[in-house]
């Protein structure tokens, strides 16, 4: 199993391009389901939870090719493109998602409403728990049973059925989850009738996902908003999308900025979708700045400690919290991080002190006492986002970290450890 090493202490200078968002191109690929014709998906990031959710689509029957770059004005495709994807379904071959492909990634549960808009039909098995907390599916499958799918459990997989299709209807979701709100929206796009999806999420990447199901023929209305309105369509059409840049793959780039007192551009990064974030680097102390091509962090102090609660966009993303903590840990004060998306997201908090950190956990707030120096040490990453949290904290302690089980990190980082040693960084990736 592979491993990062870590020399602390370098400062971070230079730009890094931020790519596609994993979590708008997972539910972006499920959307072929809706259509026999193909999908091409552009400005892909390569990453382990692609090739995860790509093995679930062909076993439903999805072709997963290379495509090439946008058609030349006469027509005629260009050169491939290494970061398109096609996604063609010219028929759903099975309507079962097997335990062993959604247990690897809770995502997969999102094959759920287009398998049954279109077939009739699904078996999804339950995602089960998971390691920040135990993410049940309870409004999903009260959406869809709003717009007419009949839902059973039965041993551990969500069985859903609607023989003559979904019809419209409104949908208040109890709470504004991505996931369901992407569910529900495939799902309706196809449903007889009009839907009105209420207390809908707003993330960026769910407004991505509404982008493209209208290039794809569907009627969407109040995109960006917390009510969506669908008027479903007998079909679906194929497109062509790319996908939103990575929002926090660019704020975990900033917050390296901050924490080496660095001075990094991020190319391709949207701004706009990260108020929250960029609001919190300049109350630390850093200085954002708008370029040409995305913006610029650069930070010349110690950063100030910032009380800091996760919530629902535009809030501070909950995707974001573990880095955020790793920059509190060496700021000037002491700061309160309030954790209200997940339970146990908690799971950095003993690896970062290891290293020296000074944090106390109460429930789902965290206290971080801010340190003048962390030390290097041997850690274990937990999730995705902690073992990044552990990555920057490294980059600013004294001496060596070494970071096991970094197949987390790779399910959302394209080669971090090659874009932070182009910035500077002491960093390397180690087999065993
Ligand atoms: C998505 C993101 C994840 C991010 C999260 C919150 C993807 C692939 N993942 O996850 O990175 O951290 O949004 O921004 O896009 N909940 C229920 N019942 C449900 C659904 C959710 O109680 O049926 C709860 C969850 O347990 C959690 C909260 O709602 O406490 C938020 O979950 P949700 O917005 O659904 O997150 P995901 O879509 O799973």
Same mark, same amino acid.
């Given at each position: 199993?592979?491993?990062?090493?870590?020399?602390?202490?370098?400062?971070?200078?230079?730009?890094?391009?931020i790519r596609g968002a994993k979590?708008?191109?997972?539910?972006?690929?499920?959307?072929?389901?809706?259509?026999?014709?193909?999908?091409?998906?552009?400005?892909?990031p390569?990453?382990? !939870?692609?090739?995860?959710?790509?093995?679930?689509? /062909?076993?439903?029957?999805?072709?997963?090719?290379?495509?090439?770059? $946008?058609?030349?004005?006469?027509?005629?495709?260009?050169?491939?493109?290494?970061?398109?994807?096609?996604? %063609?379904?010219? /028929?759903?071959?099975?309507?079962?998602?097997?335990? !062993?492909?959604?247990?690897?990634?809770?995502?997969?549960?999102?094959?759920?409403?287009?398998?049954?808009?279109?077939?009739?039909?699904?078996?999804?098995?339950?995602?089960?728990?998971?390691?920040?907390?135990?993410?049940?599916?309870?409004?999903?499958?009260?959406?869809?049973?709003?717009?007419?799918?009949?839902?059973?459990?039965?041993?551990?997989?969500? /069985?859903?059925?609607?023989?003559?299709?979904?019809?419209?209807?409104?949908?208040?979701?109890?709470?504004?989850?991505?996931?369901?709100?992407?569910?529900?929206?495939?799902?309706?796009?196809?449903? *007889?009738?009009?839907?009105?999806?209420?207390?809908?999420?707003? $993330?960026?990447?769910?407004?991505?996902?509404?982008?493209?199901?209208?290039?794809?023929?569907?009627?969407?209305?109040?995109?960006?908003?917390?009510?969506?309105?669908? %008027?479903?369509?007998?079909?679906?059409?194929?497109?062509?999308?790319?996908?939103?840049a990575d929002r926090i793959e660019a704020?975990?780039?900033? @917050?390296?900025?901050?924490?080496?007192?660095?001075? @990094?551009?991020?190319?391709?990064?949207?701004?706009?979708?990260?108020?929250?974030?960029?609001?919190?680097?300049?109350?630390?102390?850093?200085?954002?700045?708008?370029?040409?091509?995305?913006?610029?962090?650069?930070?010349?102090? =110690?950063?100030?400690?910032?009380?800091?609660?996760?919530? %629902?966009?535009?809030?501070?993303?909950? !995707?974001?919290?573990?880095?955020?903590?790793?920059?509190? %840990?060496?700021? $000037?004060?002491?700061?309160?991080?309030?954790?209200?998306?997940?339970?146990?997201?908690?799971?950095?908090?003993?690896?970062?002190?290891?290293?020296?950190? *000074?944090?106390?956990? =109460?429930?789902?707030?965290?206290?971080?006492?801010?340190?003048?120096?962390?030390?290097?040490?041997?850690?274990?990453?937990?999730?995705?986002?902690?073992?990044?949290?552990?990555?920057?904290?490294?980059?600013?302690? *004294?001496?060596?970290?070494?970071?096991?089980?970094?197949?987390?990190?790779?399910?959302?980082?394209?080669?971090?450890?090659?874009?932070?040693?182009?910035?500077?960084?002491?960093?390397?990736?180690?087999?065993?």
């Open positions: 199993m592979d491993r990062i090493r870590i020399s602390g202490g370098r400062r971070l200078a230079g730009e890094v391009t979590n708008a191109a997972l539910p972006l690929m499920v959307a072929a389901l809706l259509t026999e014709e193909p999908l091409i998906l552009t400005n892909m390569h990453l382990a !939870d692609i090739d995860t959710l790509a093995a679930l689509l /062909e076993s439903h029957g999805v072709v997963v090719a290379p495509a090439a770059s $946008e058609p030349d004005s006469a027509g005629a495709a260009t050169e491939p493109d290494e970061r398109a994807l096609s996604f %063609t379904v010219p /028929e759903i071959t099975n309507t079962t998602a097997e335990y !062993d492909l959604v247990r690897k990634m809770r995502a997969s549960v999102l094959v759920l409403g287009p398998l049954v808009a279109r077939e009739g039909r699904a078996r999804v098995s339950l995602p089960g728990g998971c390691a920040i907390g135990s993410r049940p599916v309870d409004i999903h499958l009260d959406g869809l049973a709003r717009l007419g799918a009949e839902i059973e459990l039965r041993d551990g997989y969500i /069985e859903a059925s609607a023989p003559n299709g979904l019809t419209g209807g409104t949908v208040p979701l109890a709470f504004p989850s991505v996931g369901a709100t992407e569910n529900l929206l495939m799902a309706a796009s196809l449903a *007889d009738g009009q839907s009105v999806i209420q207390n809908a999420a707003r $993330e960026p990447e769910v407004s991505d996902l509404a982008r493209c199901l209208v290039s794809m023929g569907a009627d969407i209305e109040g995109i960006g908003t917390s009510e969506l309105t669908i %008027t479903g369509q007998p079909r679906l059409k194929g497109a062509r999308h790319a996908v939103v704020g975990t780039y900033a @917050i390296a900025a901050a924490i080496t007192g660095g001075d @990094i551009e991020l190319v391709g990064a949207v701004a706009e979708h990260l108020e929250a974030p960029l609001q919190l680097l300049e109350q630390v102390g850093a200085t954002v700045s708008q370029t040409d091509r995305g913006f610029r962090i650069s930070a010349d102090q =110690r950063a100030h400690a910032v009380d800091i609660a996760t919530s %629902t966009y535009p809030g501070f993303p909950t !995707d974001l919290q573990a880095q955020a903590m790793a920059l509190m %840990t060496v700021a $000037e004060g002491a700061s309160v991080i309030s954790e209200t998306i997940f339970e146990n997201r908690f799971m950095h908090v003993p690896e970062l002190i290891r290293m020296g950190a *000074d944090i106390t956990v =109460r429930g789902g707030t965290a206290m971080v006492r801010g340190v003048e120096r962390l030390r290097g040490a041997p850690v274990m990453a937990t999730d995705l986002r902690a073992s990044s949290s552990l990555v920057l904290a490294g980059l600013v302690a *004294d001496g060596e970290t070494m970071i096991s089980r970094v197949y987390h990190i790779d399910r959302g980082y394209e080669r971090i450890e090659e874009k932070l040693a182009a910035l500077g960084a002491d960093i390397e990736r180690v087999g065993t």
